[in-house]
């Protein structure tokens, strides 16, 4: 019997349908000087698609951020053609093993992917471009934009 988790990699939209794509997390942390952290997160909540996002800020200053920082937050439903455009720009990206990069201190993006066959062992997302990573952002600039 085939056993889809004998790869290390898969590709989404040839082994990840969007149909099992479950939560999508982009965030993003600097603690060194003009604080930022920024998280977009998709995610599907009773079959209807949705979207958070969290910018933190600090300018002219270092550290970690808090709640206190908060400088625009909010969610909201996304239609089926927000949905299709999320799953279009991540679309031909690869999931594999998650690893933990904690040591590395760099900022991210950190990107994780959660589907329904996953069995929480391949998490890790990574665009196929730096093209698309930048369209996939412009995305959620402009979905944050609403609120």
Known sequence: ??????????V?????????????????SNINFNAKY????FYVENGQPMFFHETRERPN???????????????FALT???WDQFYSLIQNG???KRKESNETGDAGPWMYLYWTKDQDQYQEYHFPS???????????????NRQ
């Open 1 to 10: 019997m085939f056993n889809i988790f004998q790869n290390k990699t898969y």
């Open 12 to 28: 989404v939209g040839k082994d990840i349908p969007q149909q099992d794509i479950k939560e999508f997390y982009h965030t993003y």
């Open 38 to 41: 920024q998280r977009y997160y």
């Open 61 to 75: 200053d270092y550290g970690f951020l808090t709640e206190e920082d908060t400088t625009k937050k909010g969610s």
């Open 80 to 82: 089926k053609e927000e």
């Open 94 to 96: 690869t999931v594999e």
């Open 130 to 144: 730096y093209e698309q990573a930048k369209e996939f952002e412009a995305f959620c600039i402009e979905l944050s």
